[in-house]
Every structure is written in structure tokens, then in C-alpha cells.
């Protein structure tokens, strides 16, 4: 329990006998005891006024930097906020920044600034790790306030600590999908419909809630033809058409390549390392090229895909970096030579695991291997704790001096399973605690991931991994066998029949 119950009869006595709140936070433009230091374990803490349920706001020991915290909790069903209004701001975007912890339903708000008011929900937290939160608005009328806010049932808690209102906007350049089985299942009769049931393209679905930006997969020479660089073209031109980023995803296989497989192309079978260099760099550039020459510049190249365990196996393997770092820098040249704006990405998985993270982008700039972004994977009932992830966020950015991407993420709305294909991840124990796999629980999933990554001042964005993946038959999983299934019809953001899930509103921000 992050807020004891020892405390809480101690609170509820004290604001019993001396009311409900304090006065409104003076006029300043900076928050008053924005560490909540001035006079720990008290229901009314300095600067800052309390509404609602009497007693489930407080401070008490256990703060983030300090000895204190701000905490919500209540043994019956509550609602309270804990707020402080700043005058004497600057007009223009301002952010709030607060480190949170919740076990409940819980957000901070930045309201009567001049415009709606602006919320982002605390992410359930698993472990001791805090979670850094922001939210931007706009002010035009020289004051705003700052609004901590619970409404729990029985026993939910929230800790709020080290608030910050700076100028300046947070935001994501990149909150995109990866649809690179689109135009497969399309072909196979796949549709896709708006919340309200019209039909329409998935691709202009996604861009009308708030989608930015495309990932698109490259592979060398698929059995099925989907994913060439033909059919890349093909998808880019729609793409562009709409208006959105453009990042493409060289695999450098004929098939799915990721830490568990890096299966060099057919063609490539007999190169060795300098083969497999020139092929990477002919390969490259021969597909940026042609998109350049079509009017569709990538905006982002990834040289390889989840390359935790190296690519082009056994040459480019991390058992011989040395010549995995040749491979990957021959990529980045080719991006480099075709397109010097177009940025150089280089992704791994387990985006949470921090000491692996660093461990291989040590040995790739050890070894001066050019790149831009840094991209990973996070996948919550696999690679860790939402905590986790930020914290790898906040270190890598700081210790490579590089913008971050979580390149992957995806959750699901259902363990049912919409074909014959055993669904990729099918144990309901691994789910992340305060998720269910409900359309509401995959919602808020994807909306703290953004979050997460919305507070780190690198922070590129996030791409949803294959939001368009509907299980039709004919749009499997295996290049070399059409009559596999899909395998991720639980973690699309649309249901079985086509129409879009609610998490598809996250991509507005």
C-alpha cells in the first residue's frame, strides 16, 4: 500500500477539526509548495485549496526527491481534488509536469486557462517506480489551474509529487501504425468501418482520430509478394496522399526478422560479410530511392528490425560486432545517400529492460555506427512496467544524446480469438495489472504508453503495431503459406467485424 491506513485516521481527524481546505494558492505564476515539503503529514498542505471527499487528500512520508508526497486514498468510493491557481502566467502554452503513482482512477488537469481544460490520466503503476506526467494547455487570460484529481472506489490510491508549470507545449511529432498486412487483408476482402459504423479507408480512419504517421515492413523477396518493394510503393503513395510520415522498416530478410530470427534473403544465402554489405547498401538505397523518385521520401529508414540479437545471421550476428556494426553502417549510408533529411533509425525490443538497451547501442556508438533515432519495442505483458519504459527513456536519450521512438506497442481487447491462429499473446496471466483485455482496458493501455512517452523531453512518439491486422482468410501470418492465420486479430484496433475500437481515439493525444 503506497498510502497507509495508519495515516489516513490521523488526516481525517485533523481536517475534521479544522475544515476542508485552506486558501487559494497566492498570486504567482510558480506552484507554492510544489514538493509538498512545508508541512508534511497534514490534510491541508500549504498553497494548495482541497475539494470533495473530507480526508482522502493528504500528505504523508515517502516523497519522490523529498520526505513528503501529496496522497488520495480512501477504504470507501471518494472523489477529491487537491488544486492550486497560479496567476500573474504568461500568455501561450504552458505544461504541467508532476511525478505520479496511482492504483486507481486518477488524473491531473490544467483548467480555466482560457480554453477546455487539458487531462491526463495517471498510468496503473506496478512496482515503486514514479511516473513522469505532463499536460499542456494554452493560456490567454494570465492565470490557470492546477488540478490533482481522484475519483476511486473502495481502497484506490494516487501519490502526487514534484509539480512543475513551465512554458513551452508537450506533444508527439509521431503517434502512428504499422500496417504493413493492410494491403494484403484488403485484397482478401478485409473492410474497415468508423466507431459509427460507415466504411471507409483504414488508412484515413486512422488519420481522422489523430494518427500521423505509417510504418511500413521491407522484405527482401516474400513469398507472397506483399511487403516487396513494389508493394511498398504501392502503400507509400497512399500514405503520402494522405499527408502522413512515412518510416520504413528494412528487415533484410525474406520473412519476419526479430531477436528470435534473423534469416539473411534467399538471395544473400552464399555472401559474406562484405556481400551482405554491399547487398544491404543496394538493397536500401534501391528502395528509398525508388520512393524518392515517386515523390514519397521516407521520413524515417529503420536499418534492421528489433536487432537485439544482431541481423543477416551468423555474419551479422552480436557474437561478432565488429562485423554487425559494418552491416548496420553500410544501411545508414545508403538512407544517408539517397535522402541526408531522411532519419537513420536503429530499433531493438524490450524497450523496458534499460541495462539491455544500453548494452547495445554501447557497442553500436563504440563502434561508430551512424544514426538519428532510437527505437524500441514495449509490449507491457512481456517487456516490463510502464515505469520501466520511461526510466530506459529517460537514460538513453540523456546518455546518446539521440530522439526515442517506441517503434512497437499493442495490447489486446479481447483472449478470444477470431480464427483457427493461436492469438501471439494468449496468457491472460501476464496481462498488466489494472488492464483487462477490453476494449477499455486496451485504451487505456495505449493511452499511458503515450503518456510515458509524451514526458520525456526526446520523446518522438509511438507506433501501434499493425492496428489494421483483421483476421480474413488469406491474410496469415507466414509469407510461405497461405493458409496461415493471423495471429494479432485480438490486438487490432478494429474488432472482427472492421469497425474501430475506442483505443483508436489515443492517437488524438
Known amino acids: 500500500m503506497n498510502s497507509p491506513r495508519r495515516l489516513l485516521a490521523v488526516v481525517t481527524a485533523l481536517v475534521l477539526a479544522t475544515g476542508l481546505s485552506p486558501a487559494t494558492a497566492s498570486a504567482a505564476a510558480t506552484p507554492t509548495n510544489a514538493g509538498f515539503e512545508a508541512d508534511g503529514g497534514t490534510a491541508t498542505p500549504a498553497g494548495w485549496t482541497t475539494g470533495g471527499t473530507l480526508g482522502a487528500s493528504f500528505t504523508e512520508a515517502g516523497g519522490r526527491s523529498g520526505s513528503y508526497r501529496l496522497s488520495h486514498y480512501s477504504a470507501s468510493a471518494y472523489e477529491v481534488e487537491t488544486r492550486q491557481t497560479l496567476t500573474g502566467v504568461s500568455n501561450g502554452w504552458h505544461t504541467l509536469r508532476v511525478w505520479v503513482r496511482s492504483g486507481g482512477t486518477s488524473h491531473i488537469a490544467l483548467r480555466d486557462c482560457g480554453g477546455a481544460e487539458q487531462r491526463a490520466s495517471l498510468p496503473i503503476s506496478a512496482g515503486a517506480l514514479w511516473i513522469d506526467l505532463v499536460v499542456s494547455a494554452q493560456v490567454t487570460t494570465g492565470r490557470c489551474t492546477i488540478a490533482l484529481v481522484s475519483r476511486g472506489k473502495a481502497g484506490t490510491w494516487a501519490n502526487f509529487d514534484d509539480v512543475r508549470f513551465t512554458a513551452g507545449r508537450a506533444s508527439l511529432a509521431i503517434r502512428g501504425g504499422d500496417v504493413s498486412s493492410l494491403k494484403k487483408g484488403e485484397d482478401h476482402g478485409a473492410v474497415y468501418r468508423t466507431a459509427s459504423g460507415a466504411r471507409q479507408d483504414a488508412l484515413a480512419i486512422l488519420k481522422a482520430n489523430g494518427a500521423t504517421y505509417v510504418r511500413l515492413k521491407v522484405w527482401v523477396n516474400p513469398a ?206 501476464l496481462l498488466v495489472p489494472g488492464y483487462p483485455a477490453t476494449s477499455e482496458g486496451q485504451l487505456a493501455n495505449f493511452r499511458d504508453v503515450l503518456a510515458v512517452v509524451r514526458a520525456v523531453p526526446r520523446g518522438l512518439g509511438v507506433v501501434y503495431w499493425e492496428p489494421t491486422w483483421t483476421a480474413v482468410p488469406g491474410n496469415g501470418w507466414d509469407p510461405d503459406n497461405p493458409n496461415s492465420g493471423d495471429g494479432w486479430d485480438n490486438q487490432a484496433l478494429f474488432d472482427w467485424s472492421g469497425t474501430a475500437l475506442p483505443a483508436i481515439t489515443a492517437f488524438a493525444g
Open 224 to 429: 507472397d509478394g506483399y511487403n516487396d518493394r513494389d508493394d511498398v510503393l504501392a502503400m507509400a503513395r497512399r500514405v503520402k496522399a494522405l499527408g502522413l510520415g512515412l518510416l520504413i522498416d528494412f528487415h533484410y530478410s525474406d520473412t519476419w526478422a526479430d531477436p528470435g530470427k534473423q534469416h539473411k534473403p534467399a538471395a544473400w544465402a552464399s555472401y559474406d560479410v562484405a556481400g551482405l554489405s554491399k547487398a544491404v547498401y543496394d538493397h536500401t538505397f534501391d528502395v528509398l530511392n525508388a520512393l524518392k523518385a515517386q515523390g514519397t521520401t521516407a521520413d524515417m529508414a529503420q536499418v534492421g528490425n528489433e536487432t537485439n540479437s544482431g541481423m543477416l545471421w551468423p555474419e551479422g550476428s552480436i557474437d561478432n560486432w565488429d562485423q554487425l556494426a559494418r552491416l548496420l553502417t553500410s544501411g545508414a549510408g545508403a538512407v544517408k545517400a539517397v535522402s541526408p533529411s531522411t532519419r537513420v533509425v536503429l530499433h531493438v525490443a524490450n524497450g523496458a529492460r534499460g541495462a539491455d538497451v544500453r548494452w547495445w547501442f554501447d557497442n553500436a556508438v563504440s563502434r561508430g555506427v551512424p544514426f538519428d533515432v532510437i527505437a524500441l519495442s514495449y509490449y507491457g505483458y512481456w517487456h516490463g512496467t510502464l515505469g520501466e519504459l520511461q526510466r530506459t527513456l529517460f537514460d538513453v536519450t540523456a546518455r546518446y544524446g539521440r530522439d526515442v521512438l517506441v517503434a512497437e506497442t499493442a495490447y489486446p481487447f479481447t483472449m478470444a480469438d477470431a480464427d483457427f491462429e493461436r492469438n501471439a499473446f494468449s496468457d491472460p496471466s
